[in-house]
């Protein structure tokens, strides 16, 4: 495909105009974050991490990704899936429906409100989601990497400080969007 023709010519920006706006030549915390969400998010990740993990619906990403949260939740409400798996609503219900086929989650009544439904996982699906922890692991700290024990507890520490002092702020955001609350110890 040819350039078009408008194109504003290379040498017209300044050097500094072509460099990010974080992670260069100030704290990198902020661009670090941004290249781990990123990863973490995007589809090469999640396509192997499905792959990786023998995920039993291969390709599914929508019932791969509620399988997800549902490892970090526990119990959910189907909105709430639909809302962080970025779905519709409508949606969710033909997902969990794939999900029940295979015996990976179940229906049931909500915990906190018995008037409600909320969806778990089931054992198998409890299997197929250590599976997943175990692959993401291994992708996280690989075995041939120089980080040790030390290293992986101090970055521990200090993520989970980080996430509980950001979920302090009103609304409590973090765990309002993953359903992830880190108690105290």
């Known amino acids: 495909m040819p350039r078009p023709r408008a194109l504003m010519a290379p040498e017209v920006l300044a050097e500094e105009d072509l460099r990010p706006l974080v992670g260069h030549?100030?704290?990198?915390?902020?661009?670090?974050?941004?290249?781990?969400?990123?990863?973490?998010?995007?589809?090469?990740?999640?396509e192997q991490l499905m792959a990786d993990s023998e995920f039993p619906l291969p390709g599914d990403l929508s019932a791969f990704l509620l399988v997800n949260q549902l490892v970090y939740r526990g119990v959910a409400?189907?909105?709430?899936l639909a809302d962080a798996i970025d779905t519709g609503r409508s949606n969710i219900s033909k997902v969990v429906a794939r999900l029940e086929a295979r015996g990976l989650v179940m229906r049931v009544a909500d915990p906190f409100d018995k008037r409600a439904v909320a969806v778990a996982?089931?054992?198998d699906g409890r299997v197929a989601g250590q599976r997943i922890l175990d692959s993401n692991n291994a992708l996280q700290f690989p075995a041939d990497s120089d980080w040790t024990e030390d290293d992986a507890a101090e970055l521990e520490r200090l993520l989970v400080k980080l996430v509980r002092t950001l979920d302090a702020l009103p609304e409590h955001p973090l765990s309002a969007a993953s359903g992830v609350r880190l108690h105290s110890d």
């Open 25 to 46: 030549n100030r704290s990198r915390l902020p661009a670090a974050m941004f290249a781990m969400g990123t990863w973490g998010s995007s589809t090469r990740f999640r």
């Open 77 to 80: 409400r189907p909105t709430a």
């Open 121 to 123: 996982l089931t054992a």
